[in-house]
């Protein structure tokens, strides 16, 4: 496997709304669905269904919800060989309310995901790796799995997502030293650095040892900051059904690039783009491109890729 994902994977029910609720306020369910979802495993689905190869790491309840997610994974292509199963708790859920206009609320119940722990990287071999990916860790085993990359010579990335950020820089400086990546939208990196100047906000995380910062701006599209330099991305005009999901895929498309060598600029501009595609469909990953989905929709655009 050339890139490992560690980070939470659910079973998602979607419902489809006209309007979010207010509190205390009942609305009805247009349509209901189940999928994969989750940070990690959006992430690894979105590495494989590109091309890449991509190991994940997790644990799932020994119930009905975590079997459905592997089979899910399976098919997608991800190697699942070190995904846990636990009999005594559930595998993670999380209920996703969308309306017409692609905005959404969620509830999560994160289940055998809390189960990853430091005592599981005995039996993992690093080495063989090209990249290791976490999306919003335990701080305890995100800074020991990235302190064991690095040392094998693997680079590390990292996205705290919005439950780590709402904590603060202090659950993540421990491992900000060990990534060469750090991934995260535009809200979390002004939470982390304390700065209201986005410019400011990279220059300030970028001094606490992360070399590359990409950040996700949703319709207004990217922006990465590295060697002291912010340069910006425009988003692409695309219809929005549902946004669930489409900052994992943009980390699982930068991953692909940066790992097969692509200067940071391409891996800016091809997960800017994925990142849009994916919110052309319900759900967390229905709307993840394949490659040559992804290459038409740039070509389109005007955009020469190699």
Known sequence: MSI?????????????????PQAGEEVEALSLEKAVGGVGANVAVTVARLGGLCGYLACLGNDEAG???????????????WVRSDP???????????????????FAHRGANLLVDVSWLGRIDLSALAIVHLSA???????????????KGVRVSLDPGSILSQRGLAAVENILPW????????????RLS????LSEACQYLASLGVGIIAIKRGEKGAALYTKGRLT?????????????????CFDGAFLYGWERGWDLETCALWA???????????????????????????????????
């Not at 560690?6 to 029910?13: E, H, M, Q, V």
């Open 4 to 20: 490992l994902v560690s980070g939470d994977a659910n079973l998602d029910l979607l419902a489809k709304v006209e309007r979010l």
């Open 179 to 190: 990534a060469d990546l750090l991934l995260l939208n535009e809200r979390e990196c002004y």
């Open 137 to 151: 860790p335990a701080p305890g085993f995100g800074c020991e799995i990235a302190r064991l990359a690095r040392d």
């Open 67 to 81: 079997a459905f997610v592997l089979r899910e994974l399976r098919a997608q292509g991800v190697g699942v060989g």
């Open 194 to 197: 304390g700065k209201e100047i």
């Open 232 to 248: 910006y991305y425009a988003g692409f005009a695309v219809e929005v059904v549902d946004t669930t999901g489409a900052g994992d």
């Open 88 to 106: 005594f708790h559930p595998t993670g859920m999380v209920f996703v309310a969308v309306d017409d206009r692609g905005e959404k609320m969620m």
């Open 272 to 306: 800017n783009a994925a990142g849009a595609l994916a919110t052309t469909k319900p759900g967390p990953q229905a709307g993840i491109p394949t490659y040559r989905e992804l290459k038409l929709f740039l070509e389109e655009g005007g955009e020469e890729l190699s």
